[in-house]
């Protein structure tokens, strides 16, 4: 019996298995900077208790949506939710939110809208600008045109909190009160 041919190929085939017990598979991170899976102040913590506002629509024509929080729970802080009725496509055109908070933020308000359908997360950063008030806390205003197609069905979200890394990493300052409104037509 002719044993070398079959040792030859036991030994190429070894050898070619044998690099991929050595590779470490570390976890997937999205290829965009700004996305929950590299910022952690991105990802919505799971006791956050929000409320999601779910309008009812006709699914034709321009609506608005809008919600609004005093938040009352501080679990409930620097987000606000609205699900998008199921059926057809809706299109954002203008997202307008503002926001109360208890001190004026040391660097600039970065909002973020987060869009959420099935297992598929889409992150868009927005600078939010401090306006004139008739309280004494500082007010904070975003005011933008968008063209944004969202699923009908999804969860949008609008992350309003203000985030810095220290000994805790924690989120340090968040809105007394804020509303989130959305502006656009179904396709």
Same mark, same amino acid.
Not at 67 to 95: M, N, R
């Given at each position: 019996?002719?044993?070398?041919?079959? *040792?030859?190929?036991?030994?190429?085939? #070894?050898?070619?298995? !044998?690099? +991929? !017990?050595?590779?470490?598979?570390?976890?997937?991170?999205?290829?965009?900077?700004?996305?929950?899976?590299?910022?952690?102040? +991105?990802?919505?913590?799971? @006791?956050?208790?929000?409320?999601?506002?779910?309008?009812?629509?006709?699914?034709?024509?321009?609506?608005?949506?809008?919600? /609004? @929080?005093? =938040?009352?729970?501080?679990?409930?802080?620097?987000?606000? *939710?609205?699900?998008?009725?199921?059926?057809?496509? /809706?299109?954002?055109?203008? +997202? !307008?939110?503002?926001?109360?908070? @208890?001190?004026?933020?040391?660097?600039?308000?970065?909002? =973020?809208?987060?869009?959420?359908?099935?297992?598929?997360?889409?992150?868009?950063? !927005?600078?939010?600008?401090?306006?004139?008030?008739?309280?004494?806390?500082?007010?904070?205003?975003?005011?933008? #045109?968008?063209?944004?197609?969202?699923?009908?069905? #999804?969860?949008?979200?609008?992350?309003?909190?203000?985030? =810095?890394?220290?000994?805790?990493?924690?989120?340090? &300052?968040?809105?007394?009160?804020? #509303? /989130?409104?959305?502006?656009?037509?179904? &396709?």
């Amino acid at each position: 019996m002719n044993c070398r041919p079959l *040792c030859l190929i036991l030994a190429t085939v #070894s050898f070619a298995a !044998f690099p +991929l !017990f050595g590779q470490v598979h570390l976890p997937r991170h999205s290829r965009y900077p700004n996305s929950p899976s590299n910022d952690p102040q +991105l990802l919505i913590p799971t @006791d956050q208790a929000q409320s999601c506002f779910a309008p009812e629509s006709s699914l034709t024509g321009y609506e608005q949506y809008q919600q /609004f @929080d005093t =938040y009352p729970q501080p679990a409930s802080k620097g987000y606000l *939710c609205i699900v998008i009725p199921a059926g057809k496509t /809706f299109v954002i055109d203008h +997202l !307008f939110a503002e926001a109360d908070y @208890d001190a004026a933020l040391a660097s600039g308000a970065e909002w =973020y809208l987060d869009t959420v359908l099935g297992g598929y997360e889409a992150m868009t950063g !927005f600078a939010a600008s401090r306006v004139g008030s008739a309280t004494p806390n500082p007010h904070y205003t975003l005011s933008q #045109s968008v063209h944004l197609a969202v699923a009908g069905g #999804s969860r949008v979200t609008l992350i309003m909190h203000n985030y =810095y890394v220290n000994t805790n990493t924690s989120i340090t &300052e968040t809105p007394g009160s804020a #509303s /989130f409104t959305l502006i656009g037509h179904w &396709e």
